[in-house]
């Protein structure tokens, strides 16, 4: 190789590592470019009552233009793009109050879903895509109430070495109110790990990610020729009755 290639190669070489290991925006600020809505009861593509919005370059959950009580109009809002061995990390606030007729475990909670089915597989009525749930909670003012803990609509971790089939698992970080931003990240490398971190602590760690046979959801997908383990897929925002705020929505990809 030429000497004065050889060294053109060394300077842009850390270059090249840097911009890889950039933080590259999924919600850019402005609207619902590269997103895709699904409600309960609605199909595919249809933003009920325009749930999700964007203002003031916040992308919000509101439901200030439903009529009557929540009434189990779960929803959830999806990244056109799956995502496959990758670090993901939200920005987000719980705020005001949750809305009439939400269930009572729903209030200051909401979540991320990570390894998730698509918006068009789900059923009309369904309320949750089958998935990994980061759910996001704030503190109700009494007691501990931790965030980024587990869920799994659909789906089965091992943790600690053992197949974990609970459906809801708590994480070990602080409680944080109502109104105030937390930072929580998910580093996903197929089903080698998956580990959720809130304000760059560790706080949950599990491995090997599947579809849970005895759930119909599931079911359908492994019917339609899906496995059982889980490797990636899409990513959502959800929405459960309590408004919430996100500032940032990024990712970046694993080697």
């Given at each position: ?13 850390p ?10 925006p ?26 999700f919005?964007?203002?003031?370059g916040?992308l ?5 233009k439903?009529e009557?009580?929540f009434n ?5 809002l ?13 920005e ?10 939400g269930?009572?475990?729903?209030r200051?909670?909401s979540?991320v ?22 759910q ?5 003012g009494?007691?501990?109430r931790p965030?980024?803990?587990l ?10 070495g ?11 970080s ?9 930072a929580?990240?998910?580093e996903a490398?197929?089903d080698?790990?998956v ?8 706080v ?5 990610p599947?579809l ?11 019917d ?7 490797l990636?897929?899409?990513i ?10 996100f ?9």
């Amino acid at each position: 190789m030429h000497r004065k290639l050889f060294a053109l190669l060394i300077i842009l070489s850390p270059l090249a590592a840097t911009h890889a290991e950039e933080w590259r925006p999924l919600f850019n600020g402005k609207d619902l470019t590269g997103w895709t809505p699904k409600i309960t009861g609605r199909p595919a593509g249809e933003n009920f009552a325009d749930t999700f919005r964007v203002e003031d370059g916040l992308l919000k959950v509101r439901f200030d233009k439903y009529e009557g009580d929540f009434n189990g109009r779960f929803g959830h809002l999806f990244c056109d793009t799956p995502l496959y061995n990758y670090r993901l990390r939200v920005e987000y606030r719980m705020v005001g109050q949750q809305m009439s007729g939400g269930p009572g475990w729903a209030r200051a909670n909401s979540g991320v879903m990570i390894y998730g089915q698509s918006p068009e597989s789900m059923a009309l009525d369904q309320n949750f895509p089958v998935s990994l749930e980061v759910q996001l909670l704030a503190g109700l003012g009494k007691g501990p109430r931790p965030t980024a803990n587990l869920c799994t609509p659909g789906t089965n971790v091992v943790l600690g070495g053992k197949l974990h089939k609970v459906h809801c698992t708590s994480s070990k970080s602080e409680t944080y109110p109502v109104g105030q931003w937390v930072a929580v990240e998910v580093e996903a490398r197929g089903d080698e790990y998956v580990r959720h971190l809130v304000n760059g602590e560790l706080v949950l760690e599990y491995e090997k990610p599947q579809l849970d046979p005895r759930d119909g959801d599931a079911t359908k997908l492994t019917d339609a020729g899906a496995e059982l383990p889980l490797l990636g897929g899409t990513i959502s925002l959800q929405s459960e009755s309590h408004p919430v705020d996100f500032r940032s929505v990024e990712w970046m990809p694993l080697d």
